[in-house]
């Protein structure tokens, strides 16, 4: 058990690393690129949520 609680801990380290690295972009970005990424962050998660509820129903 503690093998497991040693590797969950060191996976959820590298995680917090990689994302304190790369919290603030490095180059500029347009407004319209910006827009973009938000749009195709609304997509993901629609199609997530649409899996989410497909799975669901199908479990039912």
Same mark, same amino acid.
């Given at each position: 058990m503690k093998l497991?609680?040693?590797i969950?801990?060191?996976?959820?380290s590298q995680?917090?690393?990689v994302n304190e690295r790369y919290r603030t972009?490095?180059?500029q970005m347009t407004?319209? +690129?910006k827009f973009c990424l938000i749009g195709l962050r609304v997509y993901l998660f629609t199609l997530v949520g649409l899996m989410l509820f497909k799975f669901v129903t199908? +479990?039912?």
């Open positions: 497991i609680a040693a969950y801990e060191d996976l959820v995680i917090r690393r972009p490095r180059i407004p319209f +690129v199908l +479990v039912k």
